[in-house]
């Protein structure tokens, strides 16, 4: 690639509005143009380091066996209705009409699409287990776009969605997605760590999030300094387990007589108990039982639980619905089991012992005077929120330390969530219907280019690991009048091109200061200069990396390079 014609135009100035050193770098080495908040054009350098990413991506993915696809961009508000997300997702979905009126959102994530992919076409468990992925567009209305690529509004994401039958299925599918990811970011030369996350609105409960570590990273990772414990500090209380015996549960009262309320009755509890912290309580409505657990502060997605209760409080009627409603309110509780161990899928379970009453996995039933500390123990970490540098590790191992770092990926145990809302279900060997069980994995591809610059630069520019470089060679003549420099420019340009090598070759009429410059800016792994002693075939060889510099004849090059 000729540079004089090549689209990567730099700039000497740290723009302004650019806080953070890989917006900076980006921004000044032409990888990319604002084009308004949060949106940007991916100029010709940086394109060509995406595709290099996306490419360590799909390598991986295909490699631990997932197929690729690609879903629309475009999806019917339906969708989300049916998954109880068109409420819940609230203000980061971009929503628009068509020229009938219909409503649709920019997807943000693909759920609800793929969910309703695999329910139409795959029927039977013998199609399963099954990950599907696709590399796409996403759009979030983010409420504060930054630092460039890192957090926009229009970004590449790729998102995987793994099938199956059993839970230790899932767990196989989720461990080979986990593995992919480690040999993704380990390719991509980052220094990163997989830690415990939150599980948010998505419902799920075994979740890790994959950080690389940065001072600019928008979350705190804590870990132990002696533990492989290392968990996201938002996680809050999401990541408590309980532990108990059968034998303090056995002591609890199990009833099945809670009180008989309309509709209309419940809802008017809701009205009066949202403004609470944190309640519980179970009703019977049209003879069905429902646990609803109420915290009138909770956020999720901008949207408090209020206006998830107003938006969804008259699909309580029917058990169907009910379910469907319960699991639209994060912290929905899942059942106790009996056997003693407890599904906690989020914080207001807590809530739900503390008021002393929880649901049990034995129909119409719930127990009552359940003390958390008493009765559950928690077995595994705490509330991460007020966890302290110094602190013990919550694992026993160590003490803790904090470092920030920058969600590059997400692995997620779904479960069944999508597949029971939306009907996805599969028949089993005994021809029983069963809903699929589901897990999703997301990657940032633009985030993780841009992070990678956050590791890799120097005051001078960028400095490219050879895995994801645009150009693996820049060559440099110092002066393209100079007969002798030109030809020899060109000799090894084309040498190095046909041993596949992707070749920048900076033709310019411009001061070598300037060149320099901007190659040092633009920091390929390899600047090969061509200077005076070209007449003798000697050209000078520079490592971006460390600045180690040396002079090679022309037919020792390839050699050296390598
Ligand atoms: P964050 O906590 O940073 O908002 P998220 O948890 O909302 O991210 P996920 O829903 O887990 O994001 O999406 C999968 C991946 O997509 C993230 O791990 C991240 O790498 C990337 N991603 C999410 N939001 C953005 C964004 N606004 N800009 C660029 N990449 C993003
Ligand atoms: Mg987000
Ligand atoms: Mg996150
Ligand atoms: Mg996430």
């Known amino acids: 690639?000729?540079?004089?014609?090549?689209?990567?135009?730099?700039?000497?100035?740290?723009?302004?509005?650019?806080?953070?050193?890989?917006?900076?770098?980006?921004?000044?080495?032409?990888?990319?143009?604002?084009?308004?908040?949060?949106?940007?054009?991916?100029?010709?350098?940086?394109?060509?380091a995406l595709k290099k990413v996306?490419?360590?991506?799909?390598?991986?993915m295909n490699r631990a066996g997932?197929?690729?696809?690609?879903?629309p961009a475009i999806q019917q508000s339906e969708l989300w209705k049916e998954s109880g997300r068109w409420e819940?997702?609230?203000?980061?979905?971009?929503?628009?009409?068509?020229?009938?009126?219909?409503?649709?959102?920019?997807?943000?994530?693909?759920?609800?699409?793929?969910?309703?992919?695999?329910?139409?076409?795959?029927?039977?468990?013998k199609k399963l287990p099954m990950t599907l992925y696709q590399i796409q567009t996403k759009f979030r209305d983010e409420r504060r776009p930054r630092f460039g690529v890192l957090r926009s509004r229009e970004f590449l994401m790729k998102d995987a969605y793994s099938f199956d039958t059993s839970q230790?299925?899932?767990?196989?599918?989720?461990?080979?997605?986990?593995?992919?990811?480690?040999?993704?970011?380990?390719?991509?030369?980052?220094?990163?760590?997989?830690?415990?996350?939150?599980?948010?609105?998505?419902?799920?409960?075994?979740?890790?999030?994959?950080?690389?570590?940065?001072?600019?990273?928008?979350?705190?990772?804590?870990?132990?300094?002696?533990?492989?414990?290392?968990?996201?500090?938002?996680?809050?209380?999401?990541?408590?387990?309980?532990?108990?015996?059968?034998?303090?549960?056995?002591?609890?009262?199990?009833?099945?007589?809670p009180e008989k309320k309309s509709i209309d009755e419940v809802a008017e509890f809701l009205q009066v108990e949202r403004q609470k912290l944190i309640k519980s309580i179970l009703f019977i409505v049209d003879e069905k039982p429902v646990l609803v657990l109420v915290r009138g502060d909770h956020e999720v997605n901008d949207i408090k639980v209020k206006n998830l209760f107003d938006a969804q409080l008259v699909s309580l009627a029917t058990e169907e619905?009910?379910?469907?409603?319960?699991?639209?309110?994060?912290?929905?509780?899942?059942?106790?089991?009996?056997?003693?161990?407890?599904?906690?899928?989020?914080?207001?379970?807590?809530?739900?012992?503390?008021?002393?009453?929880?649901?049990?996995?034995?129909?119409?039933?719930?127990?009552?005077?359940?003390?958390?500390?008493?009765?559950?123990?928690?077995?595994?970490?705490?509330?991460?929120r007020n966890i302290q540098e110094g602190d013990p590790s919550p694992d026993g191992k160590g003490t803790i330390r904090f470092k920030e770092g920058i969600e590059v990926g997400h692995v997620f145990k779904l479960g069944t969530r999508y597949s029971e809302a939306m009907g996805a279900m599969y028949l089993d060997e005994n021809g029983k219907n069963k809903p699929m069980i589901m897990g999703c994995y997301g990657i940032g591809v633009t985030r993780t280019l841009a992070a990678i610059i956050e590791q890799f630069h120097d005051e001078s520019g960028i400095i490219w690991p050879t895995s994801v470089t645009p150009f693996d060679v820049h060559i440099v003549p110092i002066n393209m009048k100079q007969e002798e420099q030109k030809q020899l420019a060109?000799?090894?340009?084309?040498?190095?091109?046909?041993?596949?090598?992707?070749?920048?070759?900076?033709?310019?009429?411009?001061?070598?200061?300037?060149?320099?410059?901007?190659?040092?800016?633009?920091?390929?792994?390899?600047?090969?200069?061509?200077?005076?002693?070209?007449?003798?075939?000697?050209?000078e060889l520079k490592v971006r990396k460390t600045g180690e510099t040396l002079e090679v004849h022309k037919k020792d090059l390839l050699r050296t390079m390598k």
């Open 490 to 539: 060109e000799e090894l340009y084309n040498e190095l091109t046909e041993e596949r090598l992707e070749v920048l070759i900076d033709d310019r009429p411009e001061r070598p200061g300037v060149k320099f410059k901007d190659a040092d800016l633009y920091g390929f792994p390899v600047r090969v200069t061509v200077g005076k002693k070209a007449n003798e075939g000697v050209v």
């Open 321 to 384: 619905e009910t379910k469907k409603f319960l699991k639209t309110i994060p912290g929905y509780i899942g059942p106790v089991n009996i056997d003693g161990t407890i599904e906690v899928v989020a914080d207001h379970a807590i809530g739900a012992l503390v008021n002393g009453i929880c649901g049990a996995n034995k129909e119409d039933t719930h127990y009552v005077n359940v003390n958390m500390d008493r009765d559950f123990k928690v077995s595994q970490f705490a509330d991460l």
């Open 168 to 257: 230790e299925g899932l767990d196989e599918s989720y461990n080979k997605m986990y593995e992919a990811y480690t040999n993704i970011f380990t390719r991509c030369g980052l220094d990163f760590r997989a830690v415990v996350a939150d599980s948010g609105a998505m419902g799920g409960k075994d979740t890790h999030e994959f950080m690389v570590l940065s001072e600019i990273g928008e979350d705190t990772i804590a870990y132990s300094d002696s533990s492989s414990f290392a968990a996201n500090i938002e996680i809050a209380p999401v990541n408590v387990e309980y532990e108990t015996t059968n034998e303090l549960l056995k002591e609890k009262e199990l009833v099945n007589t």
């Open 88 to 125: 819940a997702y609230g203000p980061e979905l971009m929503r628009l009409h068509d020229r009938h009126g219909r409503e649709f959102a920019l997807g943000p994530t693909h759920e609800e699409v793929i969910t309703t992919v695999v329910r139409d076409d795959v029927k039977t468990y």
């Open 66 to 71: 997932a197929q690729e696809m690609l879903m």
């Open 1 to 48: 690639m000729k540079q004089s014609t090549f689209l990567a135009p730099t700039l000497r100035d740290v723009p302004s509005d650019a806080e953070v050193t890989s917006h900076q770098l980006m921004l000044r080495a032409g990888l990319i143009r604002q084009s308004t908040s949060g949106v940007y054009s991916l100029l010709p350098l940086g394109l060509k």
């Open 54 to 60: 996306e490419a360590i991506v799909r390598e991986e």
